[in-house]
């Protein structure tokens, strides 16, 4: 893979986490978002439910709990440098909503099908349960 076939503007088609046997679709059936990667190697991610309610106050400083924990399940963003090794993107996160990723290198598997880019998050162990994800981005 060359940086010329990743770079530019993509659009969130869909994301699917799969814990263990079971597939889940964190940001609902028709998800939105954007991956942009850039030529001097910025790359930034944004992901989100369609479905978001607005916060009641206006305010998202002054939101309820409730309304803060469900913005924050509903929206995950990150942003930082990319290295291309072999068929893998690594993201190595300067900044991200979800705070354990800050710092830490985001390692993607990719391929292409259909003009459109598929990521594939490595593997990691939650509680004994194996979680992967796979998303799928178009131009």
Not at 8 to 30: F, K
Not at 60 to 77: H, I, P, Q, W
Request: aromatic letters at 8%; proline letters at 4%.
């Amino acid at each position: 893979m060359k940086q010329s076939d990743i770079l530019g503007l993509w659009n969130l088609v869909s994301w699917i986490q799969h814990r263990g046997p079971d597939d889940h679709l964190p940001m609902g059936e028709t998800p939105t978002g954007c991956l942009i990667y850039t030529a001097d190697g910025q790359m930034s991610a944004q992901l989100m439910r369609r479905d978001r309610p607005e916060m009641t106050t206006g305010d998202f400083v002054t939101g309820s709990d409730e309304e803060c924990a469900a913005a924050m399940r509903s929206y995950l963003a990150y942003c930082g440098t990319y290295e291309i090794h072999g068929d893998e993107v690594h993201h190595i996160v300067r900044m991200a909503s979800y705070p354990n990723w800050t710092g830490q290198r985001q390692v993607r598997r990719v391929t292409f099908e259909d003009g459109r880019i598929v990521l594939s998050a490595a593997p990691r162990v939650v509680n004994g349960v194996s979680i992967t994800a796979t998303l799928t981005w178009e131009r």
